[in-house]
């Protein structure tokens, strides 16, 4: 199972406070072939948080602006850029291309999405998430590590979620999360144990910055696989 992780085409779902983060973190430690994927036109109101994006940017592609910005600081990354959302006619031919998936989205149905494509496929992912001035984090590895579904049984509400994008506060805790994942993405592109594989970091801005990492169990009745193989807290595996 390690070494199937042991491979380096990762797929970035979202460009925003998240993804932007993670891509530059990405590019600053070596990854080497990126696929990201976008719907959105970068606004006015990206510039002052996702800082890869100028005001010549507005009002093109997200993708376009991060692959020409990747590809003038990092001419040694391969990047593909595809301005759709994803979605459930084509969310299982971009899994199936990458060895892992990073999800940097704000959409609840987006996240779920990602988990049922990535569980199905048995490839390794990891899930990011800001609600208010907590951000969390969180990998799973298919049938070994508990899944969203089994953290979350539905979706955040997308209510709260909205309010959040229109706070403005969600920046620094965004940037923190996109580079703790990035970090994973790196961690299993060189075969090591991402660090948060049935662990959740919850990283709380409002106050003084704590962050905390739970161990997190399998949920029965799931259904994602992993409840039958039980929780390693610690690396047991092969020794
Ligand atoms: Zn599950």
Known sequence: MREDVATDRI???GVGGLGV???WSLARAGARRLTIVDPDPVEVSNLARQVIYRDRDIGKSKVDAASRW????????????????????????????????????????????????????????????????????????????????CVFETPPDEEEIQS?????????????????????????????????????????????GRVRITGVSPRPGCGCGASKLGHHESDSQGK
Not at 97 to 114: C, E, G, Q, R, Y
Not at 178 to 191: L, P
């Open 11 to 13: 797929l970035i779902v």
């Open 70 to 149: 990747l590809g003038e600081r990092f001419p040694g990354v391969k990047v593909e850029a595809h301005a759709v959302a994803l979605d459930a006619s084509n969310a299982a031919r971009f899994v199936a291309a990458h060895d892992f998936v990073i999800d940097a989205t704000d959409s609840p149905a987006a996240k779920f999405l990602i988990n049922d494509t990535c569980i199905a496929a048995r490839t390794p992912f990891v899930y990011g998430g800001v609600v208010r001035m907590t951000g969390q984090a969180m990998t799973v590895i298919p049938t070994e590590t508990a899944c969203i579904r």
């Open 164 to 208: 959040c994008r229109e706070a403005g506060i969600v920046g620094p805790v965004a940037g923190a999360i996109g580079e703790m994942q990035a970090g994973e993405a790196m961690r299993a592109s060189r075969a090591q144990k991402p660090l948060l594989s049935g662990k959740i970091l919850t990283y709380d801005a409002s106050g003084t």
């Open 21 to 23: 983060p993670a891509l």
